[in-house]
């Protein structure tokens, strides 16, 4: 069926009334995603660049389509702010030469088309040549951000990569794949071929956060990289030349390099900035034009504290749905940054199924509801609601699973929807989740091992109620017949962000001088949960007979130099 992208262009800036549903053209599009594609991939090409040598359902040249295109237009591909140096830019030329130059390094260490690349690089300027250069060479990308020791080992070793790229000073967080590590001297020669993808090849295994457990590798296919990108470029964004993006804060695991691509394969650019630099210096965020900008609770709490002034250089801000739903203050923030006018949308976005997958319209319908649950599956891609008891067949009310299709060989969904008349809302997740987020507990408790005090933990997740259903998740530290050190908390929060990384810290740790019950040797997680939310575990951990058995089996224990059994203990 035709589309008429100009007319699509000109309904999203102009934003539609979310009363009547998806515009026509938005259902039509997800019965022919096909001819959605080519129909926008038409439109992209433009005038004055050379053309995309890309093509829709058969074949991707990333690296041409990202850099090559748009080398000639002399703009910035990417700009970051450090504390020392101020504004870094670097130009789609510049990254060019600079990404040419290391594939040529790589291919002389023996990179080729196929090959799983690991680029163990923070986001900045090194990442984004490491991962043009594997695209180039037709490789397999993962992004691995360097965490701690333990995070790193278990990750590796679920993907097994064939080549890593990081820094030197990385090598103590590699530790037995430092075969594996790429050199790069800057002293290549660039090459003017790139390699062309097929639309199944894997061009990316990502550890994508919203995937339980998050360090399952989950292939990303050329042809949802590209069309994803194409999408959220022009109608998610809609970015041009020139353009500039930023996403502060957004966790880089979800959202790279759907981000980037997006950006990039526009001729825009991707503006980088670190959380903490702009608690620093809001006005930071003030300097440059945004063509869109990416808010989270921490950004704009950081905005309400120091009650920063308008945000005139914005001209429109996206927020993820799946983060807490606190509408007060949203408004508030709209409101003291002159953010009243403004185009305001929902956007979830997994980078592993190629970027955004729930969005809203981008308008300024009802300036009383610029902060709402409305999302719509994105145009282009086909979907279906499924049965929430995970039966595989769809939902049988207006509620279910929002599942991305085909659906064979992808991880399940988490997202649950709720239809009410033509409006979709976001109704939470199929699950405990962390803003949508896996948690990983087995990898917590893993760590928690060996520490002196605790004879063991259990993570349990703790609806807090409200619209969307977010969670909380409750480490419970058991500490025996001796109570908790007054450093505890402080030594369980250090051993977590040392072995695997902040971001892996629970919302509360609880401390109990019991015993908890186990199974096969292993903590009881069903156990430790039913006897936390019932209460159980408070009453027994003040109850005087339930503390003289705990000091006695401890005795007990202490004198058999056992670590426990696996039958009902005290403290049940």
């Given at each position: 069926m035709p589309f008429d992208v100009k007319d699509i262009l000109r309904q999203l800036e102009a934003g539609f009334s979310p009363e009547a549903g998806a515009p026509p053209w938005w259902q039509e599009s997800w019965a022919d995603p096909e001819g959605f594609a080519a129909a926008l991939a038409e439109a992209h090409a433009g005038r004055g660049v050379p053309p995309p040598k890309s093509r829709p359902g058969q074949q991707y040249d990333f690296f041409h389509d990202l850099v090559v295109r748009h080398v000639a237009?002399?703009?910035?591909?990417?700009?970051?702010?450090?504390r020392i140096q101020g504004w870094q830019t670097v130009g789609f030329r510049a990254l060019h030469d600079l990404s040419a130059r290391r594939a040529s390094e790589w291919t002389d260490q023996g990179v080729a088309p196929g090959a799983k690349?690991?680029?163990?690089?923070?986001v900045g300027q090194e990442l984004l040549v490491s991962l043009l250069a594997t695209l180039k060479l037709g490789g397999c990308f993962t992004l691995l951000p360097p965490t701690g020791p333990r995070a790193m080992a278990t990750r590796l070793?679920?993907?097994?990569?064939d080549f890593i790229a990081a820094e030197p000073h990385q090598l103590p967080i590699l530790k037995g794949h430092e075969k594996r590590l790429l050199k790069s001297r800057g002293g290549g020669a660039p090459g003017f071929m790139s390699h062309t993808y097929k639309p199944t090849d894997a061009v990316g295994l990502l550890f994508s956060p919203l995937v339980d457990p998050p360090h399952t590798p989950v292939p990303l296919t050329a042809e949802n990289a590209w069309k994803g990108a194409l999408g959220d470029g022009m109608l998610t964004f809609g970015l041009g030349p020139g353009d500039i993006l930023a996403a502060p804060d957004f966790p880089v695991l979800q959202h790279l390099p759907a981000l980037f691509f997006a950006t990039l394969l526009r001729g825009a650019t991707y503006l980088h900035l670190e959380l903490a630099d702009l608690t620093q210096n809001p006005a930071l965020l003030m300097e440059q034009p945004l063509r869109a900008l990416g808010v989270t609770p921490r950004l704009r709490d950081v905005f309400l504290r120091q009650r920063t002034g308008s945000l005139r250089n914005v001209q429109h801000w996206f927020r993820d749905p799946e983060e807490p739903y606190?509408?007060?203050?949203?408004?508030?923030?709209?409101?003291?940054?002159?953010?009243?006018?403004?185009?305001?949308?929902?956007?979830?976005?997994?980078?592993?199924?190629?970027?955004?997958?729930?969005?809203?319209?981008?308008?300024?319908a009802d300036p009383h509801a610029d902060v709402h649950t409305d999302v719509i599956p994105v145009p282009g891609r086909a979907w279906a609601l499924k049965d929430a008891n995970q039966s595989g067949q769809g939902a049988p009310t207006d509620?279910?699973?929002?599942?991305?299709?085909?659906?064979?060989?992808?991880p399940p969904g988490h997202v649950v929807l709720a239809r009410i008349r033509q409006r979709y809302h976001y109704?939470?997740?199929?699950?405990f989740r962390h803003d949508g987020r896996a948690y990983p507990a087995k990898e917590v408790t893993a760590a928690l091992e060996g520490l002196p005090f605790l004879v063991g933990t259990s993570v349990v997740p703790v609806?807090?109620?409200?619209?969307?259903?977010?969670?909380?998740?409750?480490?419970?530290?058991?500490?025996?017949?001796?109570?908790?050190?007054?450093?505890?908390?402080?030594?369980i929060r250090r051993r977590i962000e040392m072995l695997l990384d902040g971001d892996f810290l629970p919302d509360r740790i609880e401390f109990f001088p019991l015993f908890p019950h186990r199974k096969k040797g292993a903590v009881d997680d069903a156990w430790c949960a039913t006897q936390y939310l019932t209460g159980a575990l408070h009453r027994k951990a003040t109850d005087p007979m339930f503390q003289a058995?705990?000091?006695?089996?401890?005795?007990?224990?202490?004198?058999?130099?056992?670590s426990g059994d696996d039958g009902p203990s005290p403290a049940r």
């Open positions: 237009l002399e703009r910035p591909a990417f700009r970051a702010y450090a690349v690991c680029l163990v690089h923070g070793e679920a993907l097994e990569p606190d509408a007060q203050a949203w408004r508030t923030w709209v409101k003291q940054c002159g953010l009243q006018s403004v185009p305001s949308s929902n956007v979830l976005i997994d980078a592993a199924a190629g970027g955004a997958v729930l969005v809203s319209s981008r308008g300024v509620v279910g699973v929002f599942t991305l299709l085909p659906d064979k060989g992808r109704g939470g997740t199929l699950g609806s807090t109620g409200g619209l969307a259903s977010h969670s909380r998740f409750i480490l419970l530290a058991f500490t025996g017949a001796e109570p908790a050190p007054s450093s505890g908390e402080q030594e058995l705990t000091a006695l089996r401890g005795r007990l224990l202490e004198s058999a130099g056992a």
